[in-house]
């Protein structure tokens, strides 16, 4: 089976490359992935697949029927298609035709490789008369970068008997032609924060007639910050940040209002837990004890990603035998990032794996995130046989149960 899946993939590497320019110079932000749908059920159509449209708004669904139909063992595979809204400033013919809007997170290799994969088990099943036993759901979700687009699409019942779920991000410090795997938490939960401090608005040459709001909040922002090191567990890593401050009227006016917001990054149930109750009596008590009030807004996004070991296991496994030994790297840590596909995650077991984009040859690969964010297209062929093999090997497993 694999020399079958490395030919078809190889002779599917020119479409492939087409198809991920396309993507990644018409991007579109998250929950406006409508062209981008569009373009990706035509893909998904050419090769015979039934495509249902707009699932959680904007998201693509197609399956792969097996022999058991209907049948309570899917196996999904899920791919994100939303871009971010960053100027383009790569020196590549197909940059961005979008202005202010771009790739530069690898959505496209994403749903590339997602419709790579689709496209070859199809050519796989009409060659084999549907080999697998049960179905292949493909999810081709919006709006990660918001931590909305899983929701929506779970909302909408794509997890429906779906037994194990498999994804892909790109990593550009590892070079194209090897991927990264780790067992466990891979990513953080990431939740949102805002608090609204109110105190009393005075003149700026009487403070003490007024409640400063402003002053207030850098006294909670700097107690947050301090605090975690000594009541939070070391060992449960947690991240505080504020990244808007917004009060004030007047230069010469102490601030009555100021409102924070920013995110909270965690990598243990336990810690998360606690983090909603922690933050909130911080700063309500700062604010009491200089005479002010506080609104404290916490929403949960999205908990960490954690990897199934077996499933882990099982794509280590394929990794090896399509690419070789010397082309896994097994990842330490766990990110601070995060993902949705945690989601899907909490609903069945499931596994991301790191899929390596970066250009071996240069000394600098633009980190995700970035206006010259790049990738090696050899990914394409690497990130296509890892999945669709993984995908093969997993049904593999469940004929002999």
């Known amino acids: 089976m694999l020399p079958t899946i490395q030919k078809l993939a190889r002779k599917l590497t020119p479409r492939l490359v087409e198809i991920r320019r396309h993507i990644h110079a018409h991007p579109e932000l998250s929950g406006q992935e409508y062209k981008t749908a569009a373009y990706v059920s035509g893909v998904l159509s050419s090769y015979g697949y039934h495509v249902q449209e707009m699932v959680g708004k904007t998201g693509v669904v197609a399956e792969l029927k097996g022999k058991n139909s209907p049948d309570d063992n899917v196996l999904a595979i899920r791919a994100d298609m939303d871009a971010l809204p960053i100027l383009e400033k790569a020196d590549i013919p197909f940059a961005s035709k979008s202005p202010g809007i771009m790739h530069a997170c690898g ?66 410090s590892i070079p194209a032609g090897n991927i990264g795997l780790r067992q466990g938490a891979l990513t953080a939960a990431a939740d949102d924060l805002e608090i609204v401090i109110t105190g009393e608005s005075g003149h700026g040459a009487r403070p003490h007639e007024a409640i400063d709001a402003i002053w207030i909040a850098a006294q909670v922002i700097t107690q947050l910050q301090q605090s975690i090191s000594r009541t ?26 100021v409102r924070l917001t920013g995110t909270v990054r965690s990598l243990h149930a336990d ?131």
């Open 107 to 172: 959505h496209d290799v994403h749903t590339t490789v997602g419709l790579g994969a689709a496209m070859l088990l199809s050519e796989l099943t009409e060659a084999g008369d549907r080999p697998f036993p049960s179905t292949t759901r493909f999810l081709f979700q919006p709006a990660e970068e918001t931590a909305q687009g899983a929701k929506w699409m779970i909302a909408d019942g794509v997890m429906q008997d779906v037994a194990a779920i498999l994804g892909l991000h790109t990593f550009p």
């Open 232 to 257: 939070i567990n070391p060992l449960h890593p947690a991240v505080i940040t504020i990244g808007q401050i917004a009060g004030g009227r007047a230069p010469n006016v102490i601030a009555d209002q």
């Open 271 to 401: 810690t998360h837990a606690l983090l909603p109750d922690w933050i909130a009596r911080i700063a309500k008590d700062i604010c009491a004890l200089h005479g002010a009030t506080c609104t404290v807004n916490y929403t949960r996004g999205c908990t960490s990603v954690l990897n199934d070991i077996d499933l882990t296991n099982l794509v280590a496994t394929c990794a090896t035998e399509a690419l070789g030994n010397d082309r896994i790297q097994w990842i330490p840590d766990a990110s601070m990032g995060a993902e949705d596909f945690a989601n899907f995650t909490d609903i069945a077991p499931g596994t991301m794996f790191r899929l390596g984009v970066g250009f071996p040859e240069r000394n600098v690969n633009h980190p995700l995130h970035h206006s010259q964010f790049e990738v090696d297209e050899s990914a394409l062929t690497t990130g296509v046989i890892t999945m669709a093999y993984s995908a093969c090997r997993y049904w593999q497993s469940k004929e002999k149960e």
